[in-house]
């Protein structure tokens, strides 16, 4: 069984700043199916990223996504207030989450 | 346009059976590459992937509940039904349901329902 692992569990940082989230999977798999999602506090997921790099509907560009062997990376440029939130990385494939990190401000 | 939303019991009692419905729209689970999941989220947790029933009727659970949980589907009704027997405290949840097209991951998902297993 596939393991997702996210760090950190928390990054703080001020609005402007740029936010590079890791997953990590404990075997090789398909970039096809790996997925990043945004929950604000109260809120459904919300898609940002699948096939580990493609732009969901209506998702600004200052979000993007890329891997790096076993390492997925999800990359904010320039934090937004609204940026603010948990991010879930999720290999669709193997129907598994990691246990996400939390972005907040510094 | 795409919405999904869960109903059932807001309050269930340890070992009984939970049902909880997603009604959708805005698109067909009879569409090749279409398929519905069930995910859920305990209080301040990661989540949590369940099931997921295709275009062609198969079926999909997570291997550690697969012994309780069952999903269906009544595509005239545009809904997929979840059941889960014998709920325990630590089942006490928001319960998600979300579109899933094969490639694109769960681009669209219901707000979620919470369901509190105590007796």
């Known amino acids: 069984e596939i393991v997702l692992t996210q760090s950190p569990g928390t990054l703080s940082l001020s609005p402007g700043e740029r936010a590079t989230l890791s997953c990590r999977a404990s075997q090789t798999v398909s970039s096809t199916y790996l997925a990043w999602y945004q929950q604000r506090p109260g809120q459904a997921p919300r898609l940002l990223i699948y096939g580990a790099s493609s732009r969901a509907t209506g998702i600004p560009d200052r979000f993007s996504g890329s891997r790096s062997g076993t390492d997925f990376t999800l990359t904010i440029s320039r934090l937004e207030p609204e940026d603010f939130a948990v991010y879930y990385c999720?290999?669709?494939?193997?129907?598994?989450f990691g246990g996400g990190t939390k972005v907040e401000i510094k | 346009q795409v919405t999904l939303k869960e109903s059932g019991p807001a309050l269930v009692k340890p070992t009984q059976t939970l049902t909880l419905t997603c009604t959708f729209s805005?698109?067909?689970?009879?569409?090749?590459?279409?398929?519905v999941s069930w995910i859920r989220q305990p209080p301040g947790k990661a989540l949590e992937w369940l099931a997921h029933i295709d275009w062609d009727d198969d079926k999909f659970y997570n291997t550690s509940l697969k012994t309780r949980l069952t999903i269906s589907r009544d595509t005239s009704k545009n809904q997929v039904v979840l059941t889960m027997t014998n709920m325990d405290p630590v089942d006490t949840a928001t319960y998600y349901c979300?579109?899933?097209?094969?490639?694109?991951?769960?681009?669209?998902w219901g707000q979620g329902t919470l369901v509190t297993v105590s007796s």
């Open positions: 999720h290999h669709y494939g193997w129907s598994v």
């Open positions: 805005g698109f067909s689970l009879s569409t090749r590459g279409m398929r």
């Open positions: 979300a579109r899933f097209p094969t490639v694109t991951a769960f681009d669209y």
